[in-house]
């Protein structure tokens, strides 16, 4: 597990650039060895591998991480697309992005952007790469998603994250659960994701003890 603590403030420091392959690539091992991260320190939040252990905070994301688990242990592997029933995932719609794993895990192309997580975003993201998000908005978050990703794609295990958002976006903090889903062969095909917006209910303390649904 890697706790993000420090700054409130995600836009601080130098101008954007897109994060390289080598950046994506060390944080996301030293995510998976549980080091630490420095360079999320600014986002003040949380990263965690889920376990059955892990408290889940949000009903949504508990949700589907047990509807990813229930599957699993019923099937006695991990899930594939073809397992995962969007009319049983009423409870959490809205809050649900589907992403197709692309480049080995160091991209992802959005098949489904809930409708939830666009409102709040601003616009709809389906079609589009992990990347080219986060490049077309220019995103102080890139590195922290693109490395989460990698690390779900290559471990796959669940990971749980909370960030502080970009400035322009109405809620300060997202809770979010990246949940892998895999191919005939057993290799990660793509993510089950969870995105939740919040707010936390006062500054200078840790997110995770702090933060409440904004309006959902």
Do not use: Q
């Not at 160091?106 to 952007?113: H, I, K, P, Q």
């Not at 616009?123 to 220019?138: H, L, P, Q, Y």
């Amino acid at each position: 597990m890697s706790s993000i603590t420090g700054d409130s403030d995600p836009d601080a420091g130098a101008e954007w650039s897109e994060p390289t392959l080598e950046e994506v690539e060390a944080s996301a091992c030293r995510i998976i060895d549980g080091g630490l991260t420095p360079e999320f320190d600014h986002l003040l939040g949380l990263i965690a591998f889920v376990s059955p252990n892990l408290e889940i905070p949000e009903h949504k994301l508990a949700f589907l991480y047990g509807y990813w688990n229930n599957i699993r242990e019923t099937r006695g592997r991990l899930p594939m697309r073809k397992d995962i029933d969007v009319l049983e995932l009423r409870e959490a719609i809205g809050s649900i992005m589907m992403l197709d794993a692309l480049d080995d895990g160091f991209d992802a192309r959005y098949r489904v952007y809930g409708t939830g997580i666009a409102e709040y975003a601003g616009k709809d993201w389906t079609g589009a790469t992990v990347s080219e998000m986060c490049r077309k908005t220019s995103t102080p978050i890139a590195l922290l998603y693109r490395a989460c990703y990698l690390a779900v794609y290559r471990t796959l295990r669940p990971v749980y994250t909370e960030n502080i958002s970009p400035s322009w976006l109405a809620p300060r903090v997202w809770r979010r659960m990246i949940l892998p889903y895999t191919d005939d062969d057993g290799v990660c095909a793509g993510f089950m994701v969870g995105n939740i917006p919040v707010e936390p209910r006062a500054s200078g303390v840790t997110a995770t003890n702090t933060l409440i649904y904004k309006t959902r």
